[in-house]
């Protein structure tokens, strides 16, 4: 809900406080643009130029949905929600603070969720420029708030309030994550590493993750992030079916590349359940 996070918004246009008017159905900032929260619960907070781009579609979203669902990521899962526990537990918090965890790029809301169930007392932005995944997003835990946002662009939250920020295969906005993060704060970024996906890659005609992608983040946010210790590789291996492997295509950008039909044909081609290797690093950034 809105409610819960109300304190941590801020106008997109100019950075004002804003708090919730005619029973939560709009929200209004100090300097008094008003932004209609949906009838599904999210509130749509773009600066004067409203959004440029749409993200996922519904179809990526109901299959990212039925892929998570599996639990095939949950290895992913548990592992961001325990940086997170850490990195709030390094900050010293008092026991009656409600620590805030920014997601970006949030999608159907699966990680922040988790994470926000495994730190007690714990409140949720889920930002993501996809209004399919806002209509998730705010109904997937009680202590979440939906927005739709450019993660590129100025974000809605006020400065220094943010105790953690997660990223999971979503875009890295440096300079913004600087100026919400608390002093103590951390982004907690999942990116996926070379071998991910290994054995479809071939079979289905995706390309591989690029070489050198935790690097370049670091370098990218130098200025305004760093490091806290190494990065951490995080391997398991999934037993997938066609359809999980339907749906696990779906809901990335390879869906967009390749013809339905020319895919489907390419899934109905492999073993009926086939071993296929997850891969992803964990970087922890802190503010300079
Ligand atoms: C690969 S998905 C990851 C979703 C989620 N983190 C997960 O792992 O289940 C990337 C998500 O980022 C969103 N996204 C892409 N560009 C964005 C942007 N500029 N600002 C905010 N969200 C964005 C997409 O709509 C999508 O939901």
């Known amino acids: 809900m809105l409610s819960h996070i109300i304190d941590v918004l801020a106008d997109p246009i100019d ?26 619960g999210y509130v749509t907070l773009a600066g004067g130029a409203g959004l440029r781009y749409a993200g996922d579609d519904a179809q990526m979203i109901a299959d990212r949905e039925t892929f998570l669902s599996g639990g095939h990521f949950a290895p992913f899962v548990e592992t961001v929600s325990e940086h997170v526990h850490s ?12 620590p805030v965890i920014c997601e970006i790029g949030a999608g ?3 990680y922040l969720s988790h994470t ?28 979440v708030g939906a927005v739709v946002a450019d993660a590129w662009a100025r974000l809605p939250i006020a400065d220094s309030s943010v105790d953690a920020i997660t990223v999971v295969f979503a875009p890295r906005n440096a300079v913004e994550f ?10 907690i970024v999942l990116t996926p590493e070379i071998g991910h996906l290994s ?3 071939e079979p289905l005609g995706i390309i591989d993750v690029e070489a050198g992608k935790v690097d ?3 370098e990218q946010a130098a200025g305004h992030l760093k490091p806290v210790g190494e990065s951490d590789l995080v391997e398991f291996e999934m037993m997938l079916d066609q359809q999980s492997i339907a749906s696990q ?3 990335s950008p390879s869906a967009r590349h390749i013809k339905p039909e020319a895919l489907a044909e390419r899934i109905k081609a492999l073993p009926e359940h086939m071993k296929v290797t997850a891969r992803a690093r964990v970087t922890r950034l802190q503010r300079l």
Not at 88 to 97: N, V
Not at 123 to 134: K, M, T, W
């Open 178 to 187: 600087a100026r919400i993060l608390k002093p103590s704060g951390q982004v």
């Open 15 to 40: 950075g004002t406080p804003l708090h919730g008017a005619d029973d939560y159905s709009r929200l209004v900032s100090e300097s008094g643009h008003s932004y209609d929260v949906a009838r599904q």
């Open 199 to 201: 054995e479809l890659r």
């Open 249 to 251: 295509i779906g809901m």
């Open 108 to 110: 159907t809301g699966y």
């Open 116 to 143: 926000l169930d495994s730190v007690a007392g714990s409140r949720g932005i889920g930002i993501d420029v996809s209004v399919h995944a806002a209509k998730h997003l705010a109904k997937c835990h009680p202590r």
């Open 216 to 218: 370049r983040m670091i």
């Open 87 to 98: 990195a709030i537990d390094a900050a010293g918090l008092d026991d009656d603070d409600q």
